[in-house]
Each structure stands twice: as C-alpha cells, then as structure tokens.
Antibody, heavy 118, light 108 residues
Framework: EVQLVESGGGLVQPGGSLRLSCAVSGFTFSTYAMTWVRQAPGKGLEWVSAVSDSGVTTYYADSVKGRFTISRDNSKSTLYLQMNSLRAEDTAVYYCAQHYSGPTFQHWGQGTLVTVSS | EIVLTQSPATLSLSPGERATLSCRASQSVSSYLAWYQQKPGQAPRLLIYDASNRATGIPARFSGSGSGTDFTLTISSLEPEDFAVYYC??????????FGQGTRLEIK
C-alpha cells in the first residue's frame, strides 16, 4: 500500500522558518519525481515545488522562489520542503504528492497545516 | 503561465442526473490535463489523467474528453458520494503546474 505521511507543520511567526517532511512507503521512492501542493483555507490548490527523481532538478512557483527549497533523501524515502521568510499568505495545508505519468498526481499525503501568524 | 478556467463555479444537481464540468486553458496543453475530486478534509483524488484516461479504481461513470484548450469531465449518473469539489490541472507546459479554481458539485 502506498503511503505518504507529511509532518513538520505548525504555527510560525512571519519571517520564520519551518521544514516539512514527507515520508513515503509502498513504492520505489527513488524512481519518482515528487511535488508539494498547498491549499489555503477555503481556497483552491496551488502547486508549490517539484523535484526530479534524483533530486538534481528542482522547480518552484514564483510565489515561493528564493524562499523555499525542495530536497529529497532517497536513502530515507523522504521528501522535504524548507520554508524560510514565511508570510501570512503561506498559511495553508501542504500536501506532498507522487508524480505519475509526468506531473500528474495519483498518490497524495494527508496534508500538514502551516499557519503563519503573530 | 497557463491559466485554467473552470465552469460553472457551482453546479447543483440531483443524484441520478448527469454532470458536465468544463475546463478551458488559456493556451493549448495538448492532452496533458487531469481531473481531481476533493471532499472536505481530504486530499485530492486523481480521477482522469491525460484528458481521457481513468485512474486506477475510478468508476466508469467518470469520463473525460477534450484536447488543446477545451476539456470536459462527465459523470454519467451522480451517486451521493460524487458531491464534492472538482479541479482540473495541466502539465502541458510547466513549470508552473497549474490548477483550475474548482467546480463545486452540490446536491440540489
């Protein structure tokens, strides 16, 4: 059974940092690209960042470029999102997702809530 | 950036009726369009990929069509569990990957 389990969310002050993790099981992690998608409260889905299977190539939405860093540890089957200089508008549930047939997302985690507030 | 526009924003139908949801892209995405269903408090669920291919375990009442800039998700006969929010998503020209704003399918 495929499982993606996010952790690391919480309450952080504006300007602060947080690192999200996504622990994966049930598939060969090192052979799939991965993505982070977020959803602000009551809003739609927003793609945040993606990383290739090897971790060499990364992609970012303009809204997070220069502040967020995606990475992965294939030996631990874990995906990360380092979030710096957080803003109120980064408040959202953050989902990790597995790429399937390119960036189409068949398997998702349950999400972790990040709240940026003073 | 490719903008996806979904219509209608809200669709009110009864169980057993046919639902037709639309997604229009600001430029061609070929057939690289997916549809997701999301229920409150849950992660999205992949329904359709590459415009017309049902994902694993998705009932046959869900079908997708279209190419280029105009796409349709059809639910042939609504079941009570189908009332949810539906999103389209393109991978035809990325980054960025983009989603539509969603269509809420509600019980009439």
């Amino acid at each position: 059974e495929v499982q993606l389990v996010e952790s690391g969310g919480g309450l952080v002050q504006p300007g602060g940092s947080l690192r999200l993790s996504c622990a994966v099981s049930g598939f060969t992690f090192s052979t799939y690209a991965m993505t982070w998608v977020r959803q602000a409260p009551g809003k739609g889905l927003e793609w945040v960042s993606a990383v290739s299977d090897s971790g060499v190539t990364t992609y970012y939405a303009d809204s997070v470029k220069g502040r967020f860093t995606i990475s992965r540890d294939n030996s631990k089957s874990t995906l990360y999102l380092q979030m710096n200089s957080l803003r109120a508008e980064d408040t959202a549930v953050y989902y990790c997702a597995q790429h399937y047939s390119g960036p189409t997302f068949q398997h998702w985690g349950q999400g972790t809530l990040v709240t940026v507030s003073s | 950036e490719i903008v996806l526009t979904q219509s209608p924003a809200t669709l009110s139908l009864s169980p057993g009726e046919r639902a037709t949801l639309s997604c229009r892209a600001s430029q061609s995405v070929s057939s690289y369009l997916a549809w997701y269903q999301q229920k409150p408090g849950q992660a999205p669920r992949l329904l359709i990929y590459d415009a017309s291919n049902r994902a694993t375990g998705i009932p046959a009442r869900f079908s997708g069509s279209g190419s280029g800039t105009d796409f349709t998700l059809t639910i042939s006969s609504l079941e009570p569990e189908d009332f949810a929010v539906y999103y389209c998503q393109q991978r035809g020209n990325w980054p960025p990957i983009t989603f539509g704003q969603g269509t809420r399918l509600e019980i009439k």
